[in-house]
């Protein structure tokens, strides 16, 4: 759905109501004259009026005199005058493809309602581009937001769902359902930009976690300040890879093959343990033998209070709302999902196809 087609739209349908508002003025301006200045009946009025502005070549339905022709005459010239213009407009419609665009922005605006628990990345430049190719590849449900024509065009020919608008702005993010959607990434190529989406939309939604892209270290430190979830900085987190794949290219190979899933075999997955849901709340990780029952390997736990337990032990226990991180197969993810529970906050995605 995009603010900019609508408006478009909504101009090209005022235009065709006008032409037909004009059109029935123009109706009952000769239905009247003939009515009350000639003193017909009303059904020979209203005939007159349709057989003339039909242009049909019918005769006259009663004798006009000079008076009556000169009228009919002006009712002529401004039937055609007004069918013309709704001519013209409906052709421009379909020559625009006024309806067929019409039905697929409704479809949009459906689809845009039913969203919940969406993910929504403001900017479709090469880093939106990206994250959006991740986000289809994992299947998670988003929305794009952007205000460039191209870039809308292009996001549109790649089939995601997209709205032209300004990021920054409470509105377009309430368009785009910012009170039900789990996570924004402000990709935007301004920071200042990115911190005004980021505090708009916590603003709008307290609960969303909000990502967001960052140019400078400074702009990233007021990104933290604005209520930043996660700040990624391209050039000072490649900076950091590159450097990291210089000194340990084994290590930085296998975690990117991982991450990226490059690597066919190993998987990572994130679980939210939810008292009352997940059995193995309050077992020590010993005692759940997650590990015997489903072969994943759990590497690290993040506790609610944000401390990461990397490498736990089999003392270690799992405690309410903790975050588990895990690397396995297809398979074993599949199974340690299964062995958690049903969970409702994140459910285990299909790992994507190579």
């Avoid at 689809?111 to 299947?139: D, P, V």
């Amino acid at each position: 759905m995009y603010s900019s087609l609508e408006q478009k739209y909504q101009r090209i349908q005022k235009e065709l109501m006008a032409g037909v508002v004009a059109l029935v003025g123009v109706l009952l301006i000769g239905t009247f004259w003939y009515r009350f200045v000639e003193g017909w009946s009303w059904e020979d009025a209203a005939y007159m009026t349709v057989i003339t502005l039909a242009t049909v070549g019918y005769g006259e339905t009663h004798p006009l005199g000079d008076r009556g022709r000169l009228f009919t005459i002006a009712l002529i010239l401004m039937g055609v005058i007004t069918i013309g213009y709704i001519v013209n407009r409906f052709t421009e419609a379909v020559i625009e493809g006024y309806f067929q665009e019409r039905i697929r922005l409704q479809q949009v605006r459906r689809t845009m309602e039913s969203l919940s628990g969406h993910y929504i990345i403001c900017g479709f430049s090469r880093t939106g581009r990206q994250i959006a190719m991740e986000f289809q590849a994992e299947g998670v449900s988003f929305v794009i937001i952007d205000s460039d024509f191209e870039s809308v065009r292009k996001a549109q020919e790649m089939g995601y769902t997209i709205y032209q608008g300004d990021a920054t702005l409470d509105e377009t993010l309430l368009r785009v359902g910012i009170e039900k959607a789990a996570c924004i990434v402000a990709a935007l190529p301004s920071d200042a930009e990115n911190l005004y989406t980021v505090l708009s939309a916590k603003y709008l939604n307290p609960g969303i976690r909000a990502i967001a892209r960052a140019s400078t270290e400074e702009a990233l430190q007021k990104l933290q300040r604005g209520g930043a979830d996660a700040v990624i900085s391209p050039y000072i987190t490649g900076g950091k890879r590159m450097a990291a794949a210089a000194l340990r290219p084994q290590v930085m190979d296998f975690v990117d093959g991982i991450i990226s899933g490059t690597d066919r075999q190993l998987y990572m997955e994130e679980y939210l343990l939810e008292p009352g849901v997940c059995p193995v709340v309050g077992q020590t990780l010993g005692q759940a033998k997650l590990r015997v029952q489903t072969g994943a390997l759990i590497l690290a736990i993040r506790r609610t209070d944000g401390n990461l337990i990397g490498g736990p032990t089999a003392d270690t226990v799992f405690m309410p709302g903790d975050v588990v991180i895990a690397m396995g197969t297809a398979e074993q993810l599949r199974a340690l999902n299964q062995l958690l529970g049903p969970i409702s906050s994140k459910k285990l995605r299909r790992p994507k196809k190579m």
